[in-house]
């Protein structure tokens, strides 16, 4: 049930996220306690205030008519953070150009598992890393987290 509800509000969703011209991160449906329904939405030029009220309105609108979670519920809607922990495959096309560091679960090369540059985004299953000058591919089952990382003056 838990992953229909999201599937369908991923696919309610959808033609909003491109009207305003956001990316949709992620949804997450959670149960426990009074329900909540998080979406996180992304915008290259600098997620909003103003972007999340307007998917919220209207994400709350088409709710309401498809009558889709059954209980009272708490929608909430927000950018995904500043050094948030990147969940799934696509996230490293959208966060494309974003500091990121990357642990590793076994090190690829020279002993190294921490990672620190400029996403480059997904090629295959490979994570693309602009850092020190050069380009590295990163296989993905060799990563065992991503995080986005804040630097404050657009320091590298």
Not at 57 to 81: F, H, K, T
Not at 105 to 112: A, D, Q, V, Y
Not at 127 to 147: A, F, R, Y
Request: net charge negative; aromatic share 6%; charged share 35%.
């Amino acid at each position: 049930m838990k992953e229909q509800i999201i599937e369908r509000v991923k696919e309610l969703l959808q033609p909003l996220i491109e009207e305003r011209g956001l990316k949709l991160v992620d949804v997450e449906y959670i149960t426990a306690g009074k329900p909540v329904l998080r979406i996180y939405v992304y915008n290259p030029e600098g997620t909003s205030i103003e972007d999340c009220e307007w998917i919220s309105r209207r994400i709350g609108a088409l709710l309401d008519i498809e009558d889709l979670i059954p209980v009272s519920y708490i929608l909430e809607v927000s950018s995904p953070g500043l050094d948030r922990k990147l969940k799934n495959k696509e996230e490293y096309d959208i966060f494309k150009g974003r500091d990121v560091k990357i642990v590793l679960s076994e090190p690829i090369e020279e002993g190294k598992n921490v990672y620190e540059g400029v996403l480059q985004g997904l090629e295959d299953d490979n994570v693309l890393l602009e850092t020190d000058g050069k380009t590295i591919k990163i296989p993905l089952e060799k990563i065992s987290k991503t995080n986005l990382e804040f630097k404050p003056n657009g320091e590298r």
